[in-house]
């Protein structure tokens, strides 16, 4: 673990043999929380045969072990996804930040086309020290959720979409050129990435 | 006139001396409005010595003869601009819609970063049958008001911005994908194009 | 339903499971239409299963429920494709339109390399208050389209070509430039947008 | 002289004192035609004070010595600006076939918004062996030509308009794209291009 | 048939019914040769069920109806492949150009990288009114080719390579600026644009 | 002031005059800090002959009124320029993190070509509550820095470079997609949104 | 061989029976190396149908014959692959330089993201007389080698990655853009061509 | 000087004032050579004020001092120049390489569109240790003389050109996808980085 914080494989590209090669060797390292993002099927099923009591969500295609995240300090990191579509990269940002030890809240289909959705959010949205925003097509909901809050936003844009979103491409510079400033912006289905982020800077500064 | 409508000249890239023969020519034919548009200081003068009771508008860089519009019929066209670096579009498009014959009105500075400023607006969107969206940047505002307003929103993306705005392709793409229906994108800083959309899409369905 | 419109499910990467759950809390609100795009044949199977009496169009992948559209009122609205690979667009943007509650009519297979097959529709163009033009390729149809007729022009690209077409981005590229005003354009391959956005524009001006 | 055809020297980014070095040389040659391209005055003024007899046309940016070209042998090269903007290429590509000697017409503003002004012209396009077709913004003036015509059309797209015609990619991504077969597209703005390959085309094939 | 040319119909995105269906109207037109291009396997078994006596070449993925071309009139088109893996562009090309009536030489394998390969076929190039080049990767032949002849090159870019070949944008690029006069460009991966262009250059000027 | 942060206004694409009204304006607020962000010479004049004591920073283009910025709460925030180029763009950062209130130290020329420089602050970086990254080119720096601290990175990529820097493209895509978590990004040459961001990172929980 | 290089085919792109042809006439020249490179499963058992001892290197997906590399001359040539997602392009590379007649080396898993990795390694940097550095997503290692050593770097950017990394382009910009001289860049994923510049970059100067 | 090379100084993006600074400290290191490149006249002569004596090749716009290069040690280095207008770019190579120690000689104008010249070039091209080959447009120069020689050939893509060469991109990709082995590819007018990279390929393997 890198400076204190968990492991990550990257299982895309990956075989599920050799998945499982690196899950064997993980299990020799209990104190350390080890993540496996981007797991298909093929590598969920090699994991868990290595480490049956890993925990394993099926949204964000990710698997930990141990299972049991550490207990959580520093701020609340919420995690906003505009779509039910962004769901994916949403959930494998709010895990990695759950288990890199903080306090996280998950809200879904909020995007701008219907603003009282955001709008009766506002609340949670201001008790947080970290709020991750993930959209796909037009990427515009972290504008307003920076406009709205004092927080750090990070914007986490999604391939969600088609035609001239792409593949992501539109979102991400829609982040980019947020009118609002106080947006962080991450890789393209960077859900790893976002929450990484978010938990660092919701980290309690002694930390 | 096409069909009834404004000539339009389009001064860029023409010499004033050009821009004069053509002004020269137009006095020939008062019952026609036309329309300069992108007209620098010396299109202008050129233009205003052979049409000195042209109407020159210098915030939208347009210039009209004969300078009274027609009477307005057909429904409200709202011009709406994010920010006031997005104003030269903006009054592009409010001039040529008065021009075709609409009556309009223009909001300038309700980016969404701050939107309360919109949710203020939003009974006179409701009264209008068309209203164009500026913006630079991030392009975010066109999502916003269609997702409050049951007329159709011309998307009007601006270079406004700098970096990955990419002279106006990041709020060009975001318009394109625009999670509300109801968007109809022109391109980038065509105020004219978009004012003569919102004029079509306003006029009286008789007309 | 926004604003008094349809629903609308976008089935593309959603499972066959997912809409089935969708179409099952359809079913409670027979007082909505509500219209499943790009609708694959495992999706269909699924949606057909929960609400049997829906009306499947293969050529839109469109299902819509309750199966019977809204009585028409409002202007005309005219689709018409460049060639018939563009078919699957127009059809969702024309049956769109319908739900939305407008007349309609399909014209097939009538670009540009022919100009006696558009030029022989001109009556029907200007019976339109508004006309959707899918084309790919070189997307040069609306900009013809647009030169013959006063009501707006929705231009919808599609990603029908090769190579340089770059998955519809030339199309769309020279719909945002066409050289005839009046042409609003939408995403690549977006029928549902084109057609939505056409049914605003050629709504009664009372409604 | 590459077998048989003119020298051209590309003025841009040469200094005049640079091209009057040239003009020198060429003064020693008069049995070949020596084209000079893309002259501002600067460049002109130092040609023509060593070859104070070459032919200057401004409107192409094109010096031509000797001045009088070859008699004009092989087919009709017509060539066709879409828009009066179109000029500096098209005017460029017409010298360019008629001092590889073949007789040539020049045609200008007949863009597709009103197809009237194409269509009044098909008799001169037929007695063409190869058209050359300038047109910026949307380029969709090649495939309508090429599907009125059997000759071969050469698409010369030119940097014409602003925003998403990026320099003249718009409309070179059209020409690419044309629907019609028998369009030959060169480079960007390149009228000398197009007038070479059209002489070349126009040839007569013992030549 | 455009003018006297055969009528082609693009297979690809068309379903093996769709197909057959066209074939078998196509056989009420014998008079007229039918090109079916871009044709799998299964496009294939289904056009030569209608039509048992068709041509068909699994090289270029092209049928022909009837099976003969015309008699050949007009110059030789000589088309060129830069590597094998451009075969089925340049069959494709040469059987299009064939069928339109021409004379055909189709040459493999000879490209830039060992210059002695073309500079052998000199003598063959000189003797075509038109020469079809294929090239992916670097797409460096068509400049070397038009350096050696006088007659019109077309530069057909095919999307042979990878990375940074980008699909075939890299040759497409490579020939739009060719460095020697001559080289007309189509779309890429375009085998049958190239050969219908070739053919009509080829034509003798009183066809 | 947005929930207590300065006032700033974007001086490009505004008039000296444009800006002197806005400054006149600002006298009447004394209470809030005003940033005045990308002055050139003849902005920072008129700014001054409104607002004689406010502070000027000519290398970062910014003037701030009133001179004296809040006393210094929160965690440290570190700004590194990996070149002496990018100082124009770190140097905002830290002058605006600086008037957000947070204390902050300026590290330059610690490129990754001589890894010893940046090796050798790592003491400080490690002091740091948030780290601001300017750099341009490969933008490689970002990378190596998230490697070596535990706090959170903003990258920020500048347009310096050439050629197939594509004016800040090439290390906007590269910090994108840094292989350390923990890097967040912000439109290229931003570095008031950088200094921001960062400050709000380095805020005080409780704040 | 060209010029005493071994011969090499690229499987890509041909069927296993292709492949297999081109390997029975490999058989009857043992005196040249032949490389088959991104040979798959199928490509492989065709060729070791036709030479059953060649050597087959499933990392790399490569086969050679005859199996036996010459013997090794000139200087050594150090790769090195970022992480192990790098390891086909980084191994094709090793064994090219191998069978062109180059000691070699392979490091792995030595990214920037853990400086110490690659600091470790710098002795046997610098007794290479060339490096190749592979490396995805950011691309930034071969600025962090060309810095540490004297000899040259050859860049070689892989399409591992996803998002903004968009298939190779993000490290192969970062590579261009190196801010320490001596880094010369090879197509996305061309493991044999950097491997080939590094032999001939390392041999010995009589050669 | 990095590793006993020069010390390069980028006079780009400096003002002469800040250039004049860094002459005035080199003067105290008369051990090291100092390159200043990319200075246009007012940094020149900024610089000759402080170094009277410094060499000013202004073909390349580079300034050395002290002016004597080091004697000259290793291979020979050719740079060739596809046309007149690369010899910016191909000049500065030049000087690079030979104030790095290395013999150097300098070919112009042998472009691939008049094979002749480049083919009475082979000898010399051949008895060199790296030949850098500068070109613009179709960049298709360094392709041939790869499959000339068997030394390395260093490919330097200029932005000679318009349009569709895009500032250098079209160039570049050619390079990259080279269809002979043995290309290194530097950044888009990187003269200063080719001529180095050459100098280190011809340094001879004790250095
Ligand atoms: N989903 C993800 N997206 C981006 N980076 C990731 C992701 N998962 C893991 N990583 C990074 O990839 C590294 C592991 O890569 P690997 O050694 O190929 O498994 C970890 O150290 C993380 O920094
Ligand atoms: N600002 C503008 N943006 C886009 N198109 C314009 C603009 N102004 C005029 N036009 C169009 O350009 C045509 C006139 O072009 P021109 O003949 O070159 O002056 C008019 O018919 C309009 O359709
Ligand atoms: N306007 C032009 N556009 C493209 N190529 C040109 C143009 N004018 C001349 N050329 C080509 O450039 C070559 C001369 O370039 P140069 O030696 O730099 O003057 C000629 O042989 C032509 O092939
Ligand atoms: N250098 C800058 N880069 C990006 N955004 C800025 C910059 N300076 C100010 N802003 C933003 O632009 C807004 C002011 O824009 P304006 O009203 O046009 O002056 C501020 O509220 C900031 O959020
Ligand atoms: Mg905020
Ligand atoms: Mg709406
Ligand atoms: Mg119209
Ligand atoms: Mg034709
Ligand atoms: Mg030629
Ligand atoms: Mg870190
Ligand atoms: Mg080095
Ligand atoms: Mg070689």
């Not at 709205?148 to 999604?158: D, E, F, K, R, Y």
Request: glycine share 12%; aromatic share 4%.
């Amino acid at each position: 673990a890198r400076r204190g914080y968990p492991e990550a494989v990257y299982c895309a590209g990956k075989t599920p043999a050799q998945v499982a090669g690196i899950a064997a060797a993980v299990r020799e390292r209990p104190d350390v929380v080890t993540l496996f993002t981007r797991a298909e099927p093929g590598h969920a099923a090699a994991i868990l045969a290595e480490l049956p009591d890993a925990r394993h969500d099926t949204d964000a295609g990710l698997l930990a072990w141990p299972a049991t995240p550490p207990p959580a300090t520093g701020g609340l990191v919420v995690v906003v996804a505009a779509g039910t579509s962004d769901l994916r990269a949403a959930r494998e940002a709010e895990l990695t930040a759950r288990y890199l030890g903080r306090p996280t809240e998950l809200v879904v289909d909020v995007g701008v086309a219907g603003l009282h959705r955001i709008l009766a959010r506002v609340d949670l949205l201001r008790r947080a020290r970290a709020v991750v925003v993930a959209a796909g097509m037009d990427g515009a909901l972290p504008s307003v959720v920076a406009g709205l809050i004092a927080a750090p936003v990070v914007g986490l844009p999604t391939s969600v979409g088609y035609g001239a979103a792409f593949g992501g491409l539109a979102p991400l510079l829609t982040m980019l050129n947020a009118c609002a400033p106080g947006v962080a912006v991450v890789n393209i289905d960077n859900g790893y990435g976002a929450g990484h982020l978010a938990a660092q800077i919701a980290a309690d500064p002694a930390a």
